[in-house]
């Protein structure tokens, strides 16, 4: 079973930040460090946070280290059934874990005129087609695809060696791998997996 976490970061975040900091190991910390806004910073311990907890409740250690394959994807060493990949946007932090490879990607919904640009350089042309049929559903359509495109690419664990137009999500041998949800407040969030028995089991709370 592949279970999706979600956590939504409050606003007031100052407080959060300085506590999840301490809490962080040294690499977590250089990653926050490196960001240049404050509020990116929050979401990269966040996911650390929610990273440590998950690992805890589902694998019941407190230590742990996470390593990185070849293609960049981080796992936990020494614990090769365990699979998870983390996505983080606006306010939203997400986890997706199980005992199969997966990939997810969350994203805050805001379509302009950029995103379309995006669409039709990164898109493939079935792809674009989807998008732009609907002018009412263009944005919910074109995060359908990006977040799809994303969480694929996150599953296969190669990064952005596999160009995003090389492979549409739309396709049979690829859309049955994805469970695509939308969630409150404007956000859309795309799970990638292999696992044919797969039970998108979504938890969703404020973080604390």
């Known amino acids: 079973m592949i279970t999706l976490r979600c956590v939504t970061l409050p606003e007031d975040s100052e407080a959060l930040y300085d506590a999840l900091y301490r809490r962080a190991t040294p690499e977590r910390k250089q990653r926050a460090d490196r960001y240049l806004r404050r509020e990116d910073g929050l979401r990269c311990l966040a996911a650390g946070e929610l990273l440590r907890r998950t690992v805890e409740q589902e694998l019941g250690i407190t230590e742990f280290t996470v390593v990185k394959d070849p293609g960049g994807k981080p796992r936990i060493a020494g614990q090769d059934h365990f699979h998870y990949n983390l996505s983080h946007s606006g306010s939203r932090v997400v986890i997706a874990c199980g005992d199969s490879p997966v990939g997810v990607d969350v994203q805050q919904m805001c379509m302009d005129a950029g995103k379309e640009n995006l669409a039709k350089r990164f898109f493939t042309q079935e792809e674009q087609a989807y998008v732009f049929a609907s002018p009412e559903q263009t944005g919910a359509r074109f995060y359908r695809v990006w977040t799809g495109k994303e969480s694929y690419l ?25 469970k695509i949800r939308y969630l409150p407040d404007g956000y859309c969030v795309s799970l990638c997996s292999s696992d044919q028995n797969c039970i998108f089991v979504l938890d969703d709370q404020p973080f604390q």
């Open 154 to 178: 996150k599953y296969l664990g190669t990064g952005l060696k596999k160009s995003l137009d090389s492979f549409s999500i739309l396709s049979p041998e690829i859309s049955h791998m994805l």
